[in-house]
Each structure stands twice: as structure tokens, then as C-alpha cells.
């Protein structure tokens, strides 16, 4: 008996961030293009979320696919332990001049959590090469995500994401999350926390949470977090891995400081135009002379078998020339511009409260009964009739976002814009209302 491919799906597949019970079966998609994906019967639904913040330059981009195609075919992966290779060069060559402040040296890992995970061990073992064994304490923001493996789920928020393992979990220092408010609380306890001389780094999502819930705050804040943190010794580490390659407007969301700049950064999701697994944690050349010893206990142990493989290294600088480049260029500073005067339409309409925008991402918070977060209620329902007009969406509890990627037509951005905007002027239940009596 030929079954479908749903049913095969639930035969076998374990899908993440999912209620195994309490969710309806995943959407059957056999091709994207753009901004477009196509499901098996046919149907197109707008990626207005760009897959997870990930995908840059459009589903199906054939300049990228000839890429991996030709690498594939020259050098498709070789152990970087002993051995270089073009790609990994050309990259870092290609991006190191365009970081901010003096960060300098590239290691090579597989995604985001990794990659805070890398810069975790990185801080942790750069005091300990020098001698320094008391700093081990790491300073968070509340609200933080930076992974899910067990050292990026230690350094953020405890919910209920972490619960099964929050007793495996180290502890952080937390600060509250930065607002024009609390700003003097927040600098006054990051000057304890650090005088301690116990702490090894401060983490933080620059400009922007985004699991949390897209909440913004300022960079003059974050720079003089990290001006705090810098004077005691203690290391900064930037996670770009959702803001990075010009989600914030900027190619980083750290190139906005004016006064100081991490000493680590990670990056992963766009940097290989989201079609490929990869991370980077790159730090200054500070943090990696503490591992210029003649000492093997001293070495980062770290790796893992497809380490600076040669197709996404190949792919991201492609990705990363192409970002820079005069046409895409302009498409991040229209749709920046465009998310800008959408945020200010969205601030007149009686459902939307707490409207913020940064460069090319847009949230907005819908009203209802209970409490803004990841858990409220209204997500389900919100995320399901947004599909039902064939546009992806998926909203942090009751935050919704427009994250799209950075090709998308301005009529499907459009469709977008409306459909968010019917939204925010007659509230969920009407909609779903007009919907029924228009089936």
C-alpha cells in the first residue's frame, strides 16, 4: 500500500519545537522559489518569516545552488584538523575586514547554539590558559536565548523550555532587561556583578531578543554595558546569530556601538543564506593568544567531523558578495524603509500595542486577555488563520513579526501588510468570521 507523504512523515519524523499531540500535521512542501512555497496540491504560501530568520536571498537562488554545485564537485569536504583549504580562507578574508572593532580569528562550527557554545568555552578557557581559574561566572540579559544545547541553555532565560534541565544548568547573573526606565538599575548591577572578578564573559543578543519575543533596545545601552564589562577584563560576547548580515539595517547589529566592540561574535543563520547548516565564532586576537602556548593541555579541544566544511564556506562568501553588492543593497534598504512606515500604520490600529521596529524587523504585539508571552494562548489560533490565507507566520505567543527575506516583491509583501493590517483593525475573532461566511 503506497501511503502519502504525511503519513510516512508520522510514521517517522520527530519535528522540533512541536506538541507531538496537540498540533495539526506539518504542510507537505515539494518546492520554494523567492518567497513562495509550493505545497503538494498546489497551494503557495508567502514565507513571510524568511524559514526561521534563515533564508536571505530568496528560496531557489540559482547563483547559490551553482556554487555549492561546483564545490561539490572540486572539494566537497576534507578534517580541517591539518589541513586548509581555499573556501574557509576566502571567507574569513572576505568578512574579517567588514566585523566590528578588531576581531580577527575564525572558528568554524555547524549552527547558532554551537556557536555560543564555542564562545562559552572560549572565555571560560582563556582565563583558565592564563591562570585565572575564579572567573567562570557568565552575566546574561533576561530574557535571553542563545541555544539549546546545554552551555547555550545555561546562559539563557529559565522557562519552560529548560525545565526538564534546569537542574544540569549552570547558574548566570542576570540583568533586567534594558529599558529607558531601569537603565541606571542595569549599569549599577553589571559595575557588582563585574567588580566580583569572578565573571569570564557578558553574553547578549545585540539591539534585538528574538525568541523572546523581538524585544528592542538601544545600542548607546549596549555599549556602555560592554564599556563596564571591558573595564574589569571581563570578555563580551555578541550573539548576531539571528541580527547578523543586515537584519538590523546594519551588516551587524554591533556595527551600530560607537565606543566599544565584542571581543567575541557568533554568527549562524544567514550566513550561508540559510540553505546550509553553519556557525562562526570569531573572536580578537586577545582571546586567541592565550592559546599560543607550548603547553597540549592548554589546546581548545573543540570540534566536530564537519568543521570548516569547504560547500558552506564556499556558499556563505558567495552569499556574503552578493549581500554587499549594490542590488541587494538597495531591496534591505527599501524593505527596511518599508517595515518603518508599516510601523507606523500598525501604531494606529486598536489590537496592535507596543509596535517596534529595527532595520528589517517588524513586531508588534496583538491584545487579548492574557499577558504578553511565548505561552499566551492566542498564538495557535493566530499562527493558523494567518497559513489559511497562505501566509507564514509564526508568532511568539501573542508578538507577531514580519522577518522576511530580503528579495521578497512588493506585492507579496504587500498581501502580507494587508492581511496584518485586517488583523489589527477588527481583531482575530471578525476575521475568522468574514472568512467562514466568505467559504
Given at each position: 500500500?503506497?501511503?502519502?507523504?504525511?503519513?510516512?512523515?508520522?510514521?517517522?519524523?520527530?519535528?522540533?519545537?512541536?506538541?507531538?499531540?496537540?498540533?495539526?500535521?506539518?504542510l507537505?512542501?515539494?518546492?520554494?522559489?523567492?518567497?513562495?512555497?509550493?505545497?503538494?496540491?498546489?497551494?503557495?504560501?508567502?514565507?513571510?518569516?524568511?524559514?526561521?530568520?534563515?533564508?536571505?536571498?530568496?528560496?531557489?537562488?540559482?547563483?547559490?545552488?551553482?556554487?555549492?554545485?561546483?564545490?561539490?564537485?572540486?572539494?566537497?569536504?576534507?578534517?580541517?584538523?591539518g589541513?586548509?583549504?581555499?573556501?574557509?580562507?576566502?571567507?574569513?578574508?572576505?568578512?574579517?575586514?567588514?566585523?566590528?572593532?578588531?576581531?580577527?580569528?575564525?572558528?568554524?562550527?555547524?549552527?547558532?547554539?554551537?556557536?555560543?557554545?564555542?564562545?562559552?568555552?572560549?572565555?571560560i578557557?582563556?582565563?583558565?590558559?592564563?591562570?585565572?581559574t575564579?572567573?567562570?561566572?557568565?552575566?546574561?540579559?533576561?530574557?535571553?536565548?542563545?541555544?539549546?544545547?546545554?552551555?547555550?541553555?545555561?546562559?539563557?532565560?529559565?522557562?519552560?523550555?529548560?525545565?526538564?534541565?534546569?537542574?544540569?544548568?549552570?547558574?548566570?547573573?542576570?540583568?533586567?532587561?534594558?529599558?529607558?526606565?531601569?537603565?541606571e538599575?542595569?549599569?549599577?548591577?553589571?559595575?557588582?556583578?563585574?567588580?566580583?572578578?569572578?565573571v569570564?564573559?557578558?553574553?547578549?543578543?545585540?539591539?534585538?531578543?528574538?525568541?523572546?519575543?523581538?524585544?528592542?533596545?538601544?545600542?548607546?545601552?549596549?555599549?556602555?554595558?560592554?564599556?563596564?564589562?571591558?573595564?574589569?577584563?571581563?570578555?563580551?560576547?555578541?550573539?548576531?546569530?539571528?541580527t547578523?548580515f543586515?537584519?538590523?539595517?546594519?551588516?551587524?547589529?554591533?556595527?551600530?556601538?560607537?565606543?566599544?566592540?565584542?571581543?567575541?561574535?557568533?554568527?549562524?543563520?544567514?550566513?550561508?543564506?540559510?540553505?546550509?547548516?553553519?556557525?562562526?565564532?570569531?573572536?580578537?586576537?586577545?582571546?586567541?593568544?592565550?592559546?599560543?602556548?607550548?603547553?597540549?593541555?592548554?589546546?581548545?579541544?573543540?570540534?566536530?567531523?564537519?568543521t570548516?566544511?569547504?560547500?558552506?564556506?564556499?556558499?556563505?562568501?558567495k552569499?556574503?558578495?552578493?549581500?554587499?553588492?549594490?542590488?541587494?543593497?538597495?531591496?534591505?534598504?527599501?524593505?527596511?524603509?518599508?517595515?518603518?512606515?508599516?510601523?507606523?500604520?500598525?501604531?494606529?490600529?486598536?489590537?496592535?500595542?507596543?509596535?517596534?521596529?529595527?532595520?528589517?524587523?517588524?513586531?508588534?504585539?496583538?491584545?487579548?486577555?492574557?499577558?504578553?508571552?511565548?505561552?499566551?494562548?492566542?498564538?495557535?489560533?493566530?499562527?493558523?488563520?494567518?497559513?489559511?490565507?497562505?501566509?507564514?507566520?509564526?508568532?511568539?505567543?501573542?508578538?507577531?513579526?514580519?522577518?522576511?527575506?530580503?528579495?521578497?516583491?512588493?506585492?507579496?509583501?504587500?498581501?502580507?501588510?494587508?492581511?496584518?493590517?485586517?488583523?489589527?483593525?477588527?481583531?482575530?475573532?471578525?476575521?475568522?468570521?468574514?472568512?467562514?461566511?466568505?467559504?
Amino acid at each position: 500500500m503506497n501511503k502519502s507523504l504525511l503519513e510516512k512523515d508520522k510514521e517517522y519524523i520527530w519535528h522540533p519545537f512541536t506538541a507531538q499531540t496537540l498540533t495539526p500535521p506539518p504542510l507537505p512542501v515539494t518546492s520554494a522559489k523567492g518567497s513562495l512555497l509550493t505545497l503538494e496540491d498546489g497551494r503557495e504560501i508567502i514565507d513571510a518569516i524568511a524559514s526561521w530568520w534563515v533564508n536571505i536571498h530568496g528560496h531557489g537562488n540559482e547563483e547559490l545552488a551553482e556554487v555549492i554545485k561546483q564545490q561539490v564537485l572540486d572539494l566537497d569536504h576534507i578534517i580541517f584538523a591539518g589541513f586548509a583549504h581555499q573556501p574557509s580562507v576566502a571567507l574569513a578574508e572576505k568578512l574579517q575586514p567588514l566585523l566590528p572593532g578588531e576581531l580577527h580569528r575564525f572558528f568554524f562550527s555547524d549552527n547558532g547554539s554551537t556557536a555560543t557554545e564555542v564562545a562559552l568555552k572560549m572565555a571560560i578557557q582563556y582565563f583558565w590558559n592564563k591562570g585565572d581559574t575564579k572567573r567562570k561566572k557568565v552575566i546574561a540579559l533576561e530574557g535571553a536565548y542563545h541555544g539549546d544545547t546545554f552551555g547555550a541553555l545555561s546562559m539563557a532565560a529559565r522557562t519552560p523550555f529548560s525545565a526538564p534541565f534546569d537542574d544540569y544548568l549552570f547558574d548566570v547573573l542576570y540583568l533586567p532587561f534594558p529599558t529607558e526606565e531601569n537603565e541606571e538599575e542595569v549599569h549599577q548591577l553589571m559595575e557588582e556583578y563585574c567588580a566580583s572578578e569572578e565573571v569570564c564573559a557578558f553574553i547578549f543578543e545585540p539591539l534585538v531578543q528574538g525568541a523572546s519575543g523581538m524585544r528592542m533596545y538601544s545600542a548607546k545601552t549596549l555599549d556602555h554595558l560592554i564599556g563596564i564589562a571591558q573595564s574589569y577584563g571581563t570578555l563580551s560576547i555578541a550573539d548576531e546569530v539571528m541580527t547578523g548580515f543586515y537584519r538590523t539595517g546594519k551588516l551587524f547589529a554591533t556595527n551600530y556601538l560607537t565606543d566599544h566592540a565584542p571581543d567575541i561574535l557568533c554568527c549562524s543563520k544567514a550566513l550561508t543564506a540559510g540553505i546550509l547548516p553553519m556557525g562562526l565564532t570569531i573572536c580578537t586576537q586577545e582571546v586567541y593568544s592565550a592559546y599560543l602556548v607550548d603547553d597540549m593541555m592548554k589546546t581548545f579541544f573543540h570540534g566536530h567531523s564537519f568543521t570548516g566544511n569547504p560547500i558552506t564556506c564556499a556558499l556563505a562568501l558567495k552569499s556574503l558578495e552578493m549581500l554587499i553588492g549594490d542590488e541587494r543593497q538597495e531591496q534591505i534598504k527599501t524593505l527596511c524603509n518599508s517595515q518603518k512606515m508599516m510601523a507606523e500604520k500598525l501604531t494606529t490600529l486598536p489590537y496592535f500595542s507596543n509596535v517596534r521596529v529595527t532595520g528589517s524587523i517588524l513586531a508588534f504585539d496583538y491584545i487579548n486577555e492574557a499577558e504578553t508571552s511565548y505561552f499566551n494562548s492566542i498564538r495557535n489560533e493566530l499562527y493558523n488563520w494567518a497559513l489559511s490565507n497562505n501566509i507564514l507566520l509564526r508568532p511568539l505567543g501573542n508578538t507577531l513579526y514580519i522577518l522576511t527575506n530580503y528579495t521578497i516583491k512588493t506585492e507579496e509583501l504587500e498581501k502580507v501588510y494587508q492581511l496584518v493590517s485586517q488583523l489589527g483593525t477588527l481583531g482575530l475573532k471578525k476575521c475568522l468570521e468574514l472568512q467562514t461566511e466568505e467559504e
